[in-house]
């Protein structure tokens, strides 16, 4: 790695500043590092780096619209005692590339925050648009609910992530509640008709800490079995959708039975 590469920009620790335009002319030996600048403002770093261990390190730094930005700071102790940082930006990693959300990674990452509500969120008949529109019609469909949750996002406390597929969740430091999602359904129903696509809906799970768990696994495992849960009673519950099958065959013949069978 060579010390001019521009994606990488070399700090003593503790004394953390990004050497302003000003400075780097006054100093001989200060480079300033235009990948950085553009996306950090100047100033010491908000993170008490001087307590973590050597080796890297995936914090969230603000950038210079004050967005937290995920980098890789690697530290190092060198033989006379002094500490170096080398920071990296990789937001642009940790970002779903159809949705521009945060991905798996992210959220992963971020778990080590205190998350109070989750919801994990799953459009309905996704599959279905996929066959009937093709994939492209299918990306426009995660493409519009991305934007409503980012909008969500941006507007309160809450942050969103895309898990992959047709899943999404959100996560927020108080819990969620059927009321908190009603107008992003309401909103996501409104796109899909003006995209042209019926019964654009999306079914979600809910889940609070500490009641359904304490780790980010415990809450997501919670809220995917109250997803799975709605599903099934949206479309009338397993005691419905058997007497549909019973309604559709003639038990009282073998081969009625057989039909039964296989439709189970």
Not at 12 to 37: I, L, M, T, Y
Not at 117 to 139: S, T, Y
């Amino acid at each position: 790695m060579h010390l001019d590469h521009d994606l990488f920009q070399h700090l003593p620790v503790p004394a953390v500043q990004w050497p302003s335009v000003c400075e780097a002319k006054r100093d001989g030996h200060a480079r300033v590092n235009p990948a950085f600048s553009r996306a950090f403002r100047p100033g010491a770093l908000p993170c008490p780096l001087p307590h973590w261990t050597d080796g890297p390190h995936l914090p969230r730094l603000p950038g210079r619209t004050g967005e937290p930005r995920v980098c890789r700071v690697t530290l190092s102790t060198l033989p006379n005692g002094d500490r170096l940082a080398v920071i990296e930006d990789v937001h642009a990693y940790h970002l779903d590339p159809l949705t521009g959300l945060p991905d798996r990674r992210a959220l992963l990452l971020d778990a080590a925050q205190p998350t109070v509500g989750l919801a994990l969120i799953d459009v309905d008949r996704f599959k279905q648009v996929n066959d009937a529109l093709g994939h492209a019609a299918g990306d426009r469909v995660l493409e519009a609910l991305a934007r409503l949750l980012a909008g969500a996002a941006r507007n309160g406390d809450l942050h969103a992530y895309r898990l992959g597929g047709d899943e999404f969740v959100l996560c927020a430091p108080h819990a969620l509640t059927p009321d908190d999602l009603r107008p992003l359904q309401d909103s996501f129903r409104q796109t899909m008709n003006r995209l042209g696509i019926p019964s654009g809906s999306f079914s979600y799970g809910l889940a609070q800490a500490p009641q359904h768990g304490d780790t980010l696994h415990a809450l997501l495992q919670h809220a995917d079995t109250q997803l799975t849960r709605s599903k099934r009673d949206r479309r009338g519950g397993l005691t419905t959708q058997l007497g549909r099958l019973l309604g559709r065959v003639t038990v009282t013949e073998p081969s009625g039975l057989n039909n039964l069978s296989a439709a189970l």
